[in-house]
Nanobody, 125 residues
Framework: QLQLVESGGGLVQPGGSLRLSCAAS????????IGWFRQAPGKEREGVSG????????NYADSVKGRFTISRDNAKNTVYLQMDSLKPEDTAVYYC??????????????????WGQGTQVTVSS
């Protein structure tokens, strides 16, 4: 059973920072690429960032490039999403997901087999 648990969400003012964590258990974490997605109220889920199993390859949505940084610590079975210069439009529930492949850093939902429950991020003054 693959399990992913997100944490680190919360309320932050515009321009602030948050670091999300995605902790994995129950599978060979270091064999899977991991993606971050988000879904705002009334909007479709969108891909935010992805990282390969080794951490050598990363990908970012245009809307977060230069502001978000994805990383992973395979020894801790954890992927991080550092979010800086946050904007109100970043408000959403953020999910992490395990890709079926080690090198997939795209955002096609069909390529992901396990999803976390999500963590709320609210950017507001």
């Amino acid at each position: 059973q693959l399990q992913l648990v997100e944490s680190g969400g919360g309320l932050v003012q515009p321009g602030g920072s948050l670091r999300l964590s995605c902790a994995a258990s129950g599978f060979s974490f270091d064999y899977h690429a991991i993606g971050w997605f988000r879904q705002a109220p009334g909007k479709e889920r969108e891909g935010v960032s992805g990282i390969s199993s080794s951490g050598d390859t990363t990908n970012y949505a245009d809307s977060v490039k230069g502001r978000f940084t994805i990383s992973r610590d395979n020894a801790k079975n954890t992927v991080y999403l550092q979010m800086d210069s946050l904007k109100p439009e970043d408000t959403a529930v953020y999910y992490c997901a395990a890709a079926r492949y080690s090198d997939y850093v795209g955002f096609g939902a069909a390529h992901f087999g396990s999803w976390g429950q999500g963590t709320q991020v609210t950017v507001s003054s």
